[in-house]
């Protein structure tokens, strides 16, 4: 197992362009997690889901995005109508079961919205 | 609502030295404190996760501390190496599954 793996990398789109991001988390790992991370801050809890549930979404999440775990493997993050704002790095990260099962991070999906 | 703060936000040291890292969090209902290491435009390596019921966890050259009843964590790096150089992040983990961050403390390494 290689790990979380995240794609793309980067993505530069125009304005009103709806983009998805993928998360392939640890195969053994039933919990995944989304977060974004603006330029020197620490990243913000976006959604989290157990299995193919979703279970915990932040008010960050507004209508524009969505987050789908079908099957309870791979993750979609999708955001329509991108704003400027948007602009950020998309993390994801996956754990297993237990109060207290570290996390493991991917990369990152970097979103430059011009 | 947890809130998490990491002092300083940055800091410069030669090599060899020990050094401190602070973060201090408000809801001391916490299941564990965890530390990354973030470099450069990547993803975060977890390096320490301390339970709500340890005092401290050791990995190589470096020790965090957990302080439940004052919420504070530190994170002790010992001889420093230039390699060191990232940013390293805190975060309550409360048990509602949503880990939260600190803005992190981007240390400099001088070799």
């Known amino acids: 197992d290689t790990g979380v793996s995240q794609d793309p990398r980067h993505k530069i789109t125009k304005r009103g362009q709806n983009v998805t991001f993928r998360c392939d988390p640890i195969?053994?790992?039933?919990?995944l997690y989304w977060y974004r991370q603006t330029l020197g801050q620490g990243p913000e809890f976006l959604t989290y889901?157990?299995?193919?549930?979703?279970?915990?979404k932040s008010r960050l999440l507004s209508d524009r995005f969505s987050a789908e775990r079908p099957k309870g493997s791979f993750s979609t993050l999708e955001i329509q109508r991108t704003e400027q704002g948007d602009s950020a790095m998309y993390l994801c990260a996956s754990s297993g079961d237990g109060a207290n099962y570290g996390y493991t991070f991917g990369s990152g999906t970097r979103l430059t919205v011009v | 609502k947890q809130e998490v703060t990491q002092i300083p936000a940055a800091l410069s040291v030669p090599e060899g030295e020990n050094l401190v890292l602070n973060c201090s969090f408000t809801?001391?209902?916490?299941?564990?404190l965890q530390w990354f290491r973030q470099d450069p435009g990547k993803g975060l390596t977890s390096l320490l996760l301390?339970?709500?019921?340890?005092r401290e966890q050791t990995s190589g050259r470096l020790n965090a501390s957990l302080d439940k009843s004052s919420g504070r964590s530190t994170l002790y790096i010992a001889a420093s190496q230039p390699g060191d150089s990232a940013t390293y992040l805190c975060?309550?983990?409360?048990?509602?599954?949503?880990?939260?961050f600190g803005s992190g403390t981007r240390l400099q390494v001088q070799p």
């Open positions: 301390i339970q709500s019921s340890q």
């Open positions: 195969s053994e790992h039933n919990r």
């Open positions: 889901f157990q299995n193919e549930a979703q279970l915990e």
């Open positions: 975060a309550a983990d409360t048990g509602r599954r949503a880990l939260t």
């Open positions: 809801d001391s209902a916490i299941y564990n």
